[in-house]
């Protein structure tokens, strides 16, 4: 059932993710052009992020016919998995993006137009049908209305405070591959009259390294509360990757958010850097995605964690010194939150994304007012 | 989540169509060996029974990838449509058979083992590996538990009245093509242990013409309520129906129900005979399925009905003497139902079924407890 109207218009708005969530959203992971060795290391990746994130709140994991059998035995019992075909497995970007009614009262979803991360020419893949639909069929799994959007935007290209606040990348969001045609203010008031927020922070650019996305927010910087961000940083001032952390960090303390507040900015330090390894590489496949080649500096981040219920589910990269800084920092953001390392985050990330990029969160509502 | 034990062990029991339900469960036609013209007609007949029982009760209906949006597009809104593959759509046959405990507090799913009628030497098509995960993924969309089982059984082949009687066939329920291992003890055995029954009567024979299903009792006789059955019937003596009713009248004529009830036994007149046209059989494409061919005799029977909740959606053929009788005769048993007539159920005959074999009720328990 589609809805009329913006969210904006009908009450609704995105709160944030550490809101209360009914359940977590997942895909699974199968094209073998973009994963490697035929998806099986991905696949105990994702499985594990699933299983850890079902020990604080419920999970469905939406799997391809072919792939459902398999991804029911690798997951555990109390996961859901449901049949669902899509090109990719990034639900952050293709799934809806949940909305509320200001009294918490009714759920709905915004489906997004997709265009594989900026189309024929700059995208990730050639054919992303199936990704189109993937928000509506979640929505109708759940029996939720639906907000139709012809932008072009993916989830992981904005952060809310779900106070009014929202943050995001010109890189992307301003790219020329996904709305060529909008202006900076067309996009803004879309995102007002979507999301419920008030004021847009432009950050220039994401991660270095992020090509596949066009910069996303979610690899380079997020909200811990409204007031305080946490941003991709490191120390190291001839690593790429410290300009475009020092630009961000230079705006970011030189704002403030729809409230007025001025931000409080922790650092969380990026691993490595860390690079795709020649066997890496030699366990994909030819086929319509863009090539990932040996050598590549892969957009490593923590900032691509997710916030269940009660907990932080954080990847880890193997790399000793800042996995435990990266635990020891979202613990300190987040006390009232258990921290959940997954290690061998390192097969998502080879992918192109990270746990923020494979999940989406289903707000909880009212249990009599949510069918 | 699987249920170890018997769902009587753990206090389920199946009860009867007209109590009330939650939602009804369709699939999607889509096989051109078995659906003319692509399937084109028979989706316009699926949704026009999808439509009519949408107004009664909520219905979701599942369509593979490739049919999904179609499937959406032909069917009204509130009708949920969500993505599953399957061999072929007869969802009372490869769907769960929902189970309730005894105070309506719980809800389960039994999940039959399945052999496409018959196996690799009398079945209706070669592979069945899909259909055999229905069941299980439905009850996962669901959230509800599993009772497994490796009975060969279709839903159409039983009929219960909810009081502890079950009503079936010789003919394929003791077909050596199913459980050629079971004894007829063993099998009521199961019926007990699984549907919560006490007495199984066993008609010797289904319709004539019924080769596809080796005559499911869902096409030959049916429970209005305890006490109460319809059976298909011919006043032709010439007609090899005759022998078949009358066969069966005999028999629930001589016998009781568990709760050592007699029968009232109302008789529904078949239509026709009806038999497959030139063009009809034309339509059909080469496949694994069995061939059908022009001339044959259908087994139309208006027995194949659906009981929603406060309606009979029941087939109509074209015949308009024994159209409009049936329609009197249900109206008769089911005075505190509408009778909906579906016009054009004959494109659902011609695919080896009718209204009854392509849905399966969810029964309704308590909201709260639904999760």
């Known amino acids: 059932m589609d809805i009329e109207g913006t969210p904006v ?28 060795d035929y998806a099986v290391h991905a696949q105990r990746a994702f499985a594990k992020v699933a299983a850890a994130i079902s020990m604080f709140e419920p999970v469905t994991v939406c799997a391809s016919a072919s792939q459902w059998e398999n991804a029911r035995k690798l997951l555990p019992e109390n996961v859901r998995v449901i049949e669902m075909s899509m090109n990719d497995s990034w639900f952050r970007d ?25 189309g024929l020419e700059g995208g990730c893949y050639q054919d992303w049908s199936l990704d189109l639909l993937l928000a509506r069929k979640i929505l109708q799994v759940e029996k939720l209305p639906r907000f139709p959007q012809n932008l072009i935007l993916e989830g992981g290209s904005i ?40 004021k847009i ?14 910069g996303h927010i979610d690899n380079m910087c997020c909200f811990v509360k409204p007031g ?37 900015i922790i650092k969380l330090h990026v691993p490595g850097p860390l690079y795709m390894t020649n066997e ?32 932080i589910i954080v990847p880890q990269f193997g790399d000793k010194k800042w996995d435990d800084e990266a635990a020891r920092v979202l613990s300190g953001a987040f006390s009232d939150h258990q921290v959940v390392r997954i290690e061998g985050a390192r097969e998502i990330l080879l992918g192109g994304g ?3 990029c494979i999940t989406q969160q289903q707000p909880a509502i009212p249990r009599s007012k949510s069918a």
């Open 94 to 118: 293709t799934g809806p993006t949940f909305v509320v009614s200001h009294c918490r009262q009714k759920l709905a979803g915004i489906d997004w137009n997709f265009n594989s991360y900026g």
């Open 159 to 198: 952060h809310v405070d779900g106070e009014g606040t929202c943050l995001t990348t010109e890189e992307c969001l301003l790219n020329k591959n996904r709305n060529p045609d909008l202006t900076r203010e067309q996009i803004e008031d879309e995102l007002c009259s979507y999301l419920g927020v008030r």
């Open 354 to 356: 990270n746990i923020h």
């Open 280 to 311: 890496e590489a030699a366990g994909l496949v030819e086929g319509d995605s863009v090539p990932r080649v040996a050598g590549t500096r892969l957009a490593a981040s923590y900032i691509n964690f997710y916030i269940a219920n009660g907990a």
């Open 228 to 264: 305080v961000v946490l941003l991709a940083w490191t120390d190291d001032k001839l690593d790429p990757q410290y300009e475009r952390s020092m630009e961000a960090y230079n705006i970011l303390s030189d704002t403030t958010d729809a409230n007025g507040r001025k931000f409080e």
């Open 9 to 36: 218009a009908n009450g609704y708005f995105m709160p944030a993710e550490w809101e209360p969530h009914s359940q977590t959203w997942m895909g699974w992971p199968e094209r073998p052009d973009n994963w490697r």
């Open 201 to 214: 922070i432009w950050l220039p650019r994401g991660s270095y390294g992020d090509e596949d996305t066009n």
